[in-house]
């Protein structure tokens, strides 16, 4: 059995904290930045620091997306690797280190900007995600970074213009085309990547997981318990997304029906 010592916690094998905390302190940097520009527009004015985070959100949520799909979609042998809970992966330092940065970054904005980014829920996915990515960089299935802190960041894309549009109404009356885009490329994003696409790598995850326990049980006991917390909340807000897609196709057919209706009392 292999206890990890503090300074392992600390500084994992696979952490380059110069990459890591340019990534976090840049990020932290840019938000008041936007923030002044943001403060200047009509759109934006009432509350500029909550539409500062979402634009700053942008950065780290395209990155990862793009480097996850590029490595899912490249060279097929990292697929091919034998031992997937402890192998090296090449470039997964850079996408998990992001991935934390972009956690940790969020857990402070949240802190400090108050609600409506404050809530017990987000705090949770936060901490949880972040843990999860700061623990991976000792070594371990790092090769689910490539799904779990790459490829499902797309749906954040359309989520950040979304989250726009409920803070800020007005750019829902500008742009209604826009933001029904978004809403539905949202949903069914979340529904293949965060719940169906989910689950298998998620179980698959926690098998190889469990190879490690051996050597370092309360890792590992770590790991698993955020990786069922972070997918508890997924299956959560899935819910939410199913039944809003529901409730919209009821609304729809209900409308159709009564157009319906009318027609054919002209």
Known sequence: MKDPTLSSLLSPEHLDPTFFWGWTLGLLALMPLVAVVCKRSRTFASQPMV?????????PVVTLSWLGFRMLLGDPSVHEIPTRSSAFVEHTP?????????QVFGTVAAVLIGPPLRTTTMIAHHVATGLTAWLSLQGHCMYYAIYFAGVVELTNIPLTFMDLCMYFPVLEQRYP?????????????FIALRVLGWLPVCVLYLRDLRVLAPDEPLVVGIMATTAVIITGLQMFWGYKVVRGLVDVILQSGVKRDS??????RE
């Open 177 to 189: 085309g826009v933001s029904t885009a978004a809403r539905l490329s949202f949903a069914l994003g």
């Open 51 to 59: 539409a500062a985070y979402d634009l700053t959100t942008l950065i």
């Open 259 to 264: 157009g319906r209706h009318e027609d054919t």
């Open 94 to 102: 850079e996408l998990i280190m992001i991935q934390a940065a972009y």
